[in-house]
């Protein structure tokens, strides 16, 4: 029964992915940070363009897993407000994975350019949070 192709490609793959899971560490939770920026007036939509057309790829091409984006819902912080929450295997991953980011030629490209008609942040807040034994995310 072990012979047929089918069969033992199967069991390869419940193999490698047995491998996988024991290599992950279990008892150690992820390292999630939200940030969350707010925009000089005028500069939100340059600030969403970054994101979408150059830092998300970036983040993801140095480590940072990218959970998600938001806007506020209430009208006035809406225009100028962006919530996003990343995760990283621990939090020397996390320093790593933005020293990484910082020191990357084509970041440093897309920030310059990026700042032609003035910087388009004018806050930056982080918030560092590990998930809970009853979360869905951990």
Do not use: N
């Not at 072990?2 to 008892?27: E, K, Q, T, Y």
């Not at 363009?49 to 993801?60: Q, V, W, Y």
Request: hydrophobic content about 40%; glycine content about 4%.
């Amino acid at each position: 029964m072990l012979r047929h192709p089918l069969v033992r490609s199967a069991w390869l793959a419940l193999g490698l992915l047995i491998a996988v899971v024991s290599l992950a560490p279990a008892d150690e939770p992820r390292f999630f940070e939200q940030r969350i920026y707010t925009a000089h007036e005028g500069k939100f939509d340059a600030l969403q363009s970054r994101f979408r057309d150059h830092t998300c790829r970036l983040f993801e091409k140095h480590g940072m897993e990218l959970i998600g984006f938001w806007v506020p819902t209430d009208e006035e912080r809406s225009k100028d407000t962006l919530i996003y929450i990343l995760a990283y295997p621990s939090r020397e991953a996390r320093e790593a994975s933005w020293k990484a980011f910082l020191d990357d030629p084509e970041w440093k490209q897309v920030y310059e350019a990026s700042h032609a008609d003035g910087p388009l942040v004018k806050k930056v807040e982080s918030v560092y949070m590990l998930g809970t034994d009853y979360s869905a995310i951990r």
